[in-house]
């Protein structure tokens, strides 16, 4: 029975260190893991202020186009005016 005890002890030493090397493995992962997690969330932070300028000057050419195609209605209808009322007159 002894031997066994002994067998019993010196497999529970050699698995206490390879539970050392499983901690230092699951530190290692987590750690990596967190700084890709950063790299990433940097790279979505910079595309979505990007994103938010490209849509903020898309609103403004939107606003700009909208406020031109008024006018060249506008201008439209008046000459329209002017000339049916040219044509009247004929």
Excluded: P, W
Aim: net charge negative; with cysteine.
């Amino acid at each position: 029975m002894g031997e066994v005890s002994e067998i019993l002890k010196v497999f529970v030493g050699r698995t206490n260190g390879f539970d050392s090397i499983e901690d230092q493995l699951k530190d290692f992962v987590l750690e990596s893991h967190e700084t890709n997690v950063d790299k990433v969330q940097e790279v979505l932070n910079s595309m979505r202020n990007t994103l938010t300028k490209r849509n903020d000057a898309l609103e403004a050419m939107v606003i700009a186009l909208k406020e031109e195609t008024i006018a060249t209605a506008r201008a439209l209808s008046t000459r329209i005016e002017e000339l049916e009322g040219k044509l009247a007159l004929c």
